[in-house]
């Protein structure tokens, strides 16, 4: 096959994005907004976004962050919490103020302590969402302190999803950031109502990538990097064609400070290079004709929203990814993949 110096794809969509708030969301969002049309907006505020004037409020601040000539719209989500109230999701999928509901199992990432104790506690919450159609995002992690880092995704499978999958059968589901066998697999064999998103970090590193010549924090993000076996298998499945993967970046900016420390925050600012990394991915699989339903058409049929009227075009071109990025009133942030060339670049006009 001869070499593809340009890929044209309909305008992305990003189905897991943090945008933060201030400061920091005026300096992040262009990097998501001027290359996608849509994301889902992660609710992990630190007071975290439980109730509907809040998420409405939070959307607002998004859209007057906005660079003038951006065309970008936010896809509200709320948190999950032992204490939401059915009738107050429905209500709010039904006003289109949110488009899905975030399950964080308490203390299993960053801004998650208020997050679900159990999924009975939850339960006539789940059960309305699937009577109304309205997706569950889940970080699929158990936190129970004695089971290996390594191990919380594939454990969390067999313990939390899969009962919860007999027991709503039709419920809505997005497996949120995989990164093991497991989870490729659970996805490929699954049904139509369960589909999963994938970040560049987990189908382009694997674990070595924490410790390479030294430690490396802004590799550290949650669900952590895993062995280079599932990386294979994750990119393979998400390169395969399956419609139940779709972009999912988990941009997750902290400031330098927090992530170069005694205790270092989990997530990568992967926003300004993650469609880069796709490409070089789906390249690398041999399979760049299927990048365009991974970035741009799986998500949109998962959420029956129309794909995007615009169109974005890859270049084979090298790509630079910036050392640090200053963002002002805030100070630097360091984008994943700092200082790194990457052979794919977004065409500018
Ligand atoms: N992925 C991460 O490591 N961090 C995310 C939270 C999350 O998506 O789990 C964040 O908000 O920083
Ligand atoms: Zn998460
Ligand atoms: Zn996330």
Redesign the pocket.
């Known amino acids: 096959m001869s070499e593809r110096l340009s890929i044209t794809i309909k305008k992305p969509d990003d189905w ?1 994005l ?1 945008l ?1 708030d201030g400061e920091m969301l005026k300096g992040v969002l262009p990097y998501s907004s001027l290359d996608y049309a849509r994301a889902i907006i ?1 609710p ?1 505020l630190v007071k975290p976004l439980k109730r509907l004037p809040d998420i409405i409020a939070y959307q607002e601040r998004v859209l007057a962050a906005l660079p003038v000539g951006h065309r970008f719209t936010p896809l509200m989500t709320a948190y999950l919490s032992d204490d939401t109230v059915a009738s107050e999701i429905v209500e709010g999928y039904q006003h289109g103020i949110l488009k899905a509901v975030k399950l ?1 199992p308490a203390h ?5 302590a208020h997050g679900v104790s159990s999924i009975s506690a939850v339960l006539p919450v789940l059960e309305s969402m699937q009577k109304h159609g309205i997706a569950l995002l889940i ?1 699929g ?1 158990v936190t129970d302190s004695s089971v290996d880092v390594f191990e919380r995704e594939a454990r969390f499978l067999d313990t939390v999803l899969l009962p919860l999958m007999k027991l709503l059968p039709e419920l809505k589901i997005v497996l ?2 995989v990164t093991t066998t497991e989870a490729a697999d659970l996805i490929m064999d699954g049904p139509a109502n369960l589909a999963a998103t994938v ?1 560049p970090q987990h189908i382009f590193l694997n674990r070595n990538a924490l410790f390479q010549g030294g430690l490396r924090p802004h590799n ?4 952590i990097l895993k062995k280079e076996q599932h990386r294979a298998r994750l990119m393979q499945a998400v390169t395969s064609g399956c419609q139940r993967f779709f972009l999912g970046t ?1 941009s ?3 400031e330098k400070h927090r992530k170069e420390s005694a205790c270092g ?4 600012f992967n926003a300004p290079v993650a469609l880069s990394v796709y490409a070089q991915v789906f390249e690398q699989a041999n399979a760049l004709d299927k990048l365009e339903a991974f970035t741009s058409i799986n998500g949109p049929k998962f959420y029956q929203v129309p794909v995007n009227d615009e169109s974005i075009t890859l270049l084979k071109k090298n790509y630079v990814v910036p050392n640090s990025i200053a963002i002002a009133g805030i100070g630097e942030v360091i984008p994943f993949l700092a200082g790194e060339t990457l052979s794919w670049s977004i065409k500018r006009e």
């Open positions: 897991h943090h933060r992660m992990n964080y299993a990432t960053t801004n998650s970080h992690e949120e950031h970040t550290y993000c949650l669900p988990d997750a900016p902290h925050c989990a997530g990568a």
